[in-house]
């Protein structure tokens, strides 16, 4: 993994300056962000920045698959090397069934529009559908293979590599901890739920059931609301929403797992999952008066989750991690600025 790599710290961490050149070291490269580009027919997007509840919010159903790759390609964050890392808009799934406009659906055109030729992009790391954030896509499978070994072994050592952005209706009850449960994934009434398991048994364990663990830490609270940032150390579909309800405190915009919260005379307390259908989630009155929404548009608030974050190997065995940034969407900034929470 040898070559011309150089890095610089910034603010306690490592960047990459410029002169990246060979395959691997792209593993770490810079993070400073272009400004994302809006493409044409605005019909796609459910507002623009100071005019609409949700400015820059996609909807990803309404696109034509050379729609998609525009977005896609105008979500470039950083471009060295194999490796293309994108911002990922909320609401697109990264797989799907055959024949659905997926992520996964369009690498081909996107390797092509990105200049790749015969290299096609595949997935190393990638957001849920309903998140937003941090995807890396390569287009050598050695590296590819590398980084995933990377990402396996990290979370074995319970070193966390991805750090994800929240803001939750409810304040932990405490500014920093982990968060334990066991998880499994189940069909109620033909929809699929992940639900806590207390004290798995080892059956439990071989039918699927898997122990998850996350880091979490409370950055700023107002109005009620948190800014809470999120460290998975294991992987399970939903894990950080699950895990936010277990605390009592579920994302703005949780339209599946926030009815699992219940209050009577305003304690909150855990609903079981099994008894719980989905549905729009309810906010209290002063908050959606802070969020400046109207009832109907709460049912349109998106999940505010966001992978912001992922801290890469070096270019050589004694560099220091590279740490890639995906700035915040612009609704997700309205909501911080509405509710009158701020990064530290």
Known sequence: MGGCCTL????????LASGVCSAFKAAGFGTEARHQRQPQGS???LGTPGKQPFPGLLRPEYLSREELVDVLRASVVDQKGPLVTL?????????????ELTLLSVLPE????LGLGERELQIVQASEKESSGLVLLSSCPQTASRLQKFFTHSRRAQRPIATYWAVTDGIPTTSEGKIQAALKLEHIDGVSLVVPVKSPSRKDIL????????????????????????QPLTVFPSQLQVHMVLQLCPMLGDHKYSTCVGTVLGQRFLLPAESIKPQRQVLDEALIRCLHLTPSQVAQLPLHLHLHCLHLPGARPRDAPVELVAPLPPYFSRTLQCLGLRQQ
């Open 8 to 15: 610089r710290r910034v603010s306690g961490s490592w960047r």
């Open 43 to 45: 019909s796609k997007w």
């Open 87 to 99: 911002n990922k808009p909320q609401g697109l799934p990264v797989t799907g069934k055959p024949g």
């Open 110 to 113: 996107l390797s092509q529009s």
């Open 207 to 230: 039918e699927g059931v898997k122990r998850t663990l996350s880091y979490f830490r409370v950055v700023a609270t107002g109005s009620g609301c948190a800014l809470v940032q999120l």
